[in-house]
């Protein structure tokens, strides 16, 4: 969808315009215009320069000689004395003889040149860009120097913009918004029946999941103007400055209608209201908030406004916002599920050249849990990777190695491990792999690496789901959690000694434990009581605990409890199969790579240490 932009000289053209106008009229026309000085001298002076030949120009007039300098740049006059070789010794000298010598202006003219006419100039380029500005700033009523004017991007009509066969993966957002195409194309037949469309229409889901691409397919798929501003855009540091952009915004609308206007990030603006802190709720931001309830009220749907907006923290939002006749419909944007995935990788696919063989299922299932800007990412990696690698296409290899990039970073190819480190690193992600595979109702093992990531990782174990997985039982938490905890454990009973590379798996295996009894309602001691609350539910999804300090104590107890369990599980599994984890640690520490089929076969063949 094309942006359509104002054919508007920059200002400071004319500040440039208007500074060279004056410093021409102030180097040639007024110094010119201006009362010559003229410096009285004695008759010895005279003499001396009329010897050395340094009188230009020379006025004899009754009792008083006037005369200047060999360039003419300075003027000069002396009395007349009794000197009979006078003109001789003028004409010695090469003077030139003149009838008059103009030194000054008439006191009016000086006056004009030097008050009146500098001062209209100024008066006139002043009123010319003040009248730019305000043309700028969206008229007479609009605030110095635009600071009223909303700014919001303006989009015209396209049909060759973005469509709704260009979002994948969010089915049930578009059947929603397809209502909304259906009444701007068709409002008689809703106001046949006496339906009135809804004024807003909020979406809400975490970041990368296509809110905005789906703002923008709605207005392509309509065909009508696209007003999109981002919520911060709001804020100034004037107070009244946002309330009047959110004024300017729904003016604009108006005018333009049937339109649609998207907020971009509209808990900026919209965040609950506190209460009459901080100066009674008199702050910018709520008076912009303000402003944009009034304007959702006032105007008319039935014009055909359609107001979209978007948001990752919907739970911030001012419930008068939320209401009934603002935004009526809350559209769920959330991550895509396996086919979604699938979906989302093709359409973006087909902007690169791709081998045929690619089997984006086996992508999608690897990429688990990614957003649609992730996995756009991860197809725009896997081109760069083949350009790298001298291919002229995106072959599976550069899709799979992508996902890796994406989830652990690029490959750390300057850090290099002492053998001591890189067997240690072996075993710990050896451990995890089969205490995965030694468990039922685990994720397989897709591969196991050792080769250091920027991500800060020395290595990791990749498991991937055989199916979409929407619950997990409290088995399949243990057995998840008795995972995590198989590195260290391996690095215990190889070495008998553990190592800091198990910071990352105490921090996940710690916040499984808790939610499984602050959230989870699994524990027999709680049982289904809610000891948490998530908030940011988009944004990470980070928990508050909601219990007193002697209840907290307990949940920790617990926790504890449950990861110890756990890891004494996981090593009970590697000693019980020792041959096998220095068999395959082995393996892995030559290899530094191997994938999910090596290691089953290695796992399930007969032990060369039995």
């Known amino acids: 969808m094309e942006e359509m932009k104002p054919n508007k000289k920059p200002i400071i053209w004319y500040w440039i315009i208007a500074i060279i106008v004056f410093l021409l009229l102030n180097s040639f026309l007024f110094p010119k215009l201006s009362q010559k000085k ?88 002043f009123r010319l860009f003040m009248k730019k500005i305000g043309n700028r700033g969206g008229g007479a009523n609009s605030m110095m120097f635009g600071m009223g004017k909303s700014n919001a991007k303006v989009y015209v009509k396209s049909t060759s913009g973005i469509k709704f066969k260009d979002v994948a993966g969010e089915e049930e957002a578009k059947d929603l918004l397809t209502e909304i195409v259906d009444y701007l194309h068709k409002p008689e037949k809703y106001a ?154 093709k359409v973006h696919a087909q902007k690169i050249k791709i081998a045929p063989n690619v089997d984006f299922s086996a992508i999608a299932r690897t990429a688990s849990g990614a957003s649609g800007a992730e996995l756009a990412n991860i197809v725009n990696e896997a081109a760069l990777r083949a350009v790298r690698m001298g291919r002229k296409s995106a072959t599976q290899e550069d899709m799979l190695e992508s996902v890796e990039v994406v989830i652990a970073g690029y490959q750390k190819k300057n850090r290099v491990l002492s053998n001591k480190e890189k067997l240690t690193v072996a075993y710990h992600e050896v451990g995890h792999a089969m205490v995965a595979a030694l468990q039922t109702q685990s994720a397989p093992v897709q591969k196991i690496t050792i080769i250091p990531r920027t991500s800060g990782a020395l290595g990791y174990t990749m498991q991937v789901d055989e199916a979409e997985r929407f619950l997990m039982t409290k088995t399949e938490i243990e057995n998840k959690i008795s995972t995590i905890t198989g590195g260290r454990a391996a690095e215990e009973l190889v070495f008998n000694e553990i190592t800091t590379g198990a910071a990352n798996d105490i921090e996940q295996a710690t916040k499984m434990a808790r939610a499984m009894i602050s959230r989870y309602g699994m524990s027999e001691e709680f049982g289904m009581i809610a000891l948490e609350t998530s908030n940011s539910q988009y944004l990470g999804g980070d928990s508050s605990l909601t219990c007193s300090f002697e209840t907290q104590s307990k949940i920790d107890q617990k926790a504890v409890s449950i990861i110890q369990t756990q890891y004494e599980r996981a090593k009970d599994l590697l000693k019980a199969n020792i041959s096998k984890l220095h068999e395959i640690a082995k393996y892995l520490y030559d290899n530094e790579t191997i994938t999910g089929e090596e290691f089953m076969q290695i796992l399930n063949a007969p032990s060369e240490y039995a």
Not at 72 to 92: A, H, N, W
Not at 223 to 249: C, H, Q, T, W, Y
């Open 38 to 125: 003229v410096e009285e001298v004695g008759y010895d002076v005279f003499m001396e320069m009329a010897e050395e030949k340094q009188i230009g120009s020379v006025e004899i007039d009754g009792n008083q000689i006037t005369f200047t300098n060999k360039d003419e740049s300075e003027y000069f006059k002396t009395g007349i004395l009794d000197d009979p070789q006078l003109v001789e010794r003028l004409y010695k000298s090469d003077a030139e003889f003149k009838k008059e010598i103009a030194t000054t202006v008439s006191p009016v003219s000086y006056f004009l040149m030097s008050y009146i006419i500098p001062i209209l100039l100024a008066v006139f380029i």
């Open 192 to 345: 046949e029946i006496g339906a009135s469309m809804p004024k807003g229409a909020l979406l809400v889901g975490p970041p990368g999941t296509g809110k905005t691409l789906l703002a923008k397919a709605v207005a392509g798929e309509a065909n009508v103007p696209f007003f999109s501003i981002s919520g911060s855009e709001f804020v100034e540091m004037f107070v009244g400055m946002g309330a009047a952009k959110v004024r300017d915004l729904f003016k604009q609308a108006n005018e333009k209608a049937p339109c649609i206007v998207f907020i971009d990030e509209i808990d900026a603006i919209g965040k609950k209201r506190d209460a009459g802190q901080y100066g009674g709720g008199n702050d910018e931001r709520e008076q912009t908030l303000n402003q944009l309830l009034t304007e959702m009220d006032g105007f008319d749907g039935s014009k055909g406004v359609v107001i979209l907006a978007a948001t990752n923290r919907p739970e911030a939002l001012d419930p008068a916002l939320l209401r009934p006749g603002r935004f009526d419909r809350r559209i769920p944007v959330e991550l895509p599920d396996l086919q979604g995935r699938i979906d989302i990788l």
